[in-house]
């Protein structure tokens, strides 16, 4: 078990005085393929060594309670009504997923329940998703339902849609629970057909630099996005009546009506057309051993992403532009929603400590903010912890 495992079980040994079944349910990070999972197009994501762990066990009550570390805060639960709350927010992720489980008909028995992690807030490695994930995933296993993994996935996403308030796609609740040690998941989000493709970064590693900035804009900008979007599809759809979403467009199509399409829209469009394009053939560089190849590509959608999509921001900007004076760093964007928290970067192993001493300075420097950075490892998706320290999947 390692030291959060350890911790999270202890902590429910002390509050509730029995054993827990523990699950864990990691963050993600995506290699390519950004904003395009709610577009029906496909993603490359991954998870990794940094997770959310969940002790659970029947209450002895009719009561059921929710702990969690990191705010140290109870909350006691109406499993029959569990409707949303002003007070505390963290208590939402889960009663959203609650709610599903209710509404769906499951039978749930009162449970007590502790929850904490070391995936940072805000950084963009989906916490939400994996706190939605795993305690899906927790109740699933306590009361023994049967629920499949996809089932989970899309109750875990309704909760961040309805409870959160944010229309996310379907990538950060996929790549939670259905990640796999040592692969990424070319996930094509239209019909959730996926394959693991094994990551092999050769003599390199995957760095990500934490801005430790998140713009209020983030949920509001994200909404918008989404509808600018479906604009373009209804745009495209008098034309070209079997485009349901933009994964069915060319730029072609765009460039044809391009007068009919407000500026902001055309562009938001044509990002997303050609990061889908790109996502693919980044994927093939993949499997061919391309890295290089690979790198320009996370360059390219890092573009698309702050001049097209506008969903990066100055302190992003900065991190990628510093990137580009190290020849060992073959590619640098903006991950995840945007307007803050990481940028992932493909770094030679050996000049880690000389690119993120600079990019360490250099960020200092121009916003006075010390950067964080990760090093992160691929590993398997949600699951339960077995007391040995053995998981299965
Ligand atoms: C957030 C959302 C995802 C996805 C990314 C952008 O992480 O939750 O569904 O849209 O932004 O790729």
Redesign the pocket.
């Known amino acids: 078990m390692d030291p959060i495992e350890s911790d999270i079980q202890a902590t429910f040994r002390k509050l509730f005085h029995n054993e827990p079944l523990l699950v864990r349910s990691p963050g993600r990070i ?1 290699l390519i ?6 577009n029906d197009g496909f ?1 490359m994501p991954a998870a990794i060594d940094k997770e959310v762990v969940f002790g659970i066990a029947p209450s002895e009550t009719s009561t059921s309670v929710i702990y969690s570390v990191k705010y140290n805060e109870r909350f006691v639960v109406d499993i029959k009504n569990p409707v949303k709350t002003d007070k505390p927010k963290w208590v939402n992720y889960l009663l959203g997923v609650l709610y599903q489980f209710v509404q769906q008909g499951h039978q749930v028995k009162p449970f007590n329940c502790v929850f904490g992690g070391d995936i940072p807030i805000g950084a ?1 490695l ?1 916490s939400s ?1 994996a706190v939605e994930c795993g305690f899906a995933f927790a109740l699933n296993e306590l009361n023994q339902l049967n629920v499949p993994k996809v089932k989970l996935i899309t109750m875990a996403q309704w909760a ?1 849609h309805n409870y959160a308030g ?1 229309k ?5 609740q996929f790549a939670s629970v259905m990640g796999k040690e040592g692969h990424v998941i070319v996930l094509d989000c239209r019909s959730l057909t996926h394959r693991y493709s094994p990551i092999d970064l050769q003599d390199y590693v995957i760095i990500l630099c934490d801005t430790k900035v998140k713009h209020s804009l983030v949920d509001s900008e ?1 909404n918008t996005r989404r509808n600018e979007c479906e604009q373009g599809v209804s745009i495209l759809k008098k034309h070209y009546p079997f485009v349901k979403s933009l994964r069915d467009a060319t730029t072609d199509m765009l460039e044809k009506h391009r007068d009919e399409f407000p500026a902001k829209v055309y562009n938001r469009c044509l990002y997303i057309i050609q990061e889908i394009q790109r996502v693919q053939e980044a994927s093939a560089d993949l499997e061919a051993g391309d890295l290089s190849a690979f790198g320009k590509k996370m360059y390219e959608t890092h573009y698309g992403l702050s001049k097209l999509y506008e969903v990066s921001c100055k302190e992003l900007d900065f991190l990628v532009d510093e990137s580009k004076k190290f020849d060992a760093v073959l590619g640098s964007r903006m991950m ?3 307007f803050g928290g990481c940028t992932i970067n493909i770094v030679r192993d050996n000049a880690v400590e000389e690119f993120t001493n600079h990019l360490k300075s250099a960020y200092k420097k121009a916003f006075s903010i010390d950067m964080v950075t990760y090093k992160v490892k691929v590993r398997a998706g949600t699951s339960v912890v077995l007391p040995s320290g053995v998981t299965v999947r």
Request: glycine share 28%.
């Open positions: 995506n393929g950004e904003h395009t999972d709610y993603v963009g989906s998703a961040e944010v996310c796609g379907i990538m950060d994200y995840g929603g945007g």
